[in-house]
């Protein structure tokens, strides 16, 4: 594996660990230009303050959201990583049509996302997570 490789994915890990943490500051450093496309809902949080309010948006109803990492690796200018998405729901959560109250139940679903690298460069320019909307709501028996 090439040093760039090498790099990549240590920085995907490392943004990982981040956000379990909550070091926002930290998760932002790790990118060239902070930007989320969320392939399950079409959303794209662009820019520092867009990723800053999808940070918490998504903590809020969770704030123990963690990721484990079930598999890594490294192909072209891409990072690919499969991960368990986990956590438990403490906070409101806003739904289309309305807001759930804290059921105080957790979730496990498996997950991928994709990490975006420009050429020759190791700050992520993308984080496309990859997911089935509706796995979250079934595990918390809202679905």
Same mark, same amino acid.
């Given at each position: 594996m090439?040093?760039?490789a090498t790099r990549r994915?240590?920085?995907v890990k490392d943004h990982m660990a981040l956000e379990v943490t909550h070091d926002w500051d930290a998760v932002i450093?790790?990118?060239e230009h902070p930007r989320y496309e969320m392939y399950g809902s079409?959303? $794209?949080?662009?820019?520092e303050a867009a990723v800053r309010s999808y940070f918490d948006a998504s903590r809020t109803p969770f704030p123990d959201q963690g990721n484990e990492?079930?598999?890594?690796?490294?192909?072209g200018d891409t990072v690919l990583v499969e991960f368990w998405l986990t956590g438990t729901h403490l906070g409101p959560l806003?739904?289309?049509?309305r807001v759930v109250d804290p059921t105080g139940?957790?979730?496990? $679903?498996?997950?991928?996302?994709?990490f975006e690298f420009p050429p020759g460069g190791d700050k992520i320019i993308c984080e496309r997570p990859y997911f089935d909307q509706g796995a979250v709501l079934r595990a918390l028996e809202l679905a």
């Open positions: 090439s040093d760039l994915i240590q920085l450093a790790t990118f079409g959303n $794209v949080f662009d820019g990492i079930i598999a890594i690796a490294h192909a806003r739904l289309k049509d139940r957790s979730f496990r $679903v498996r997950m991928a996302a994709s």
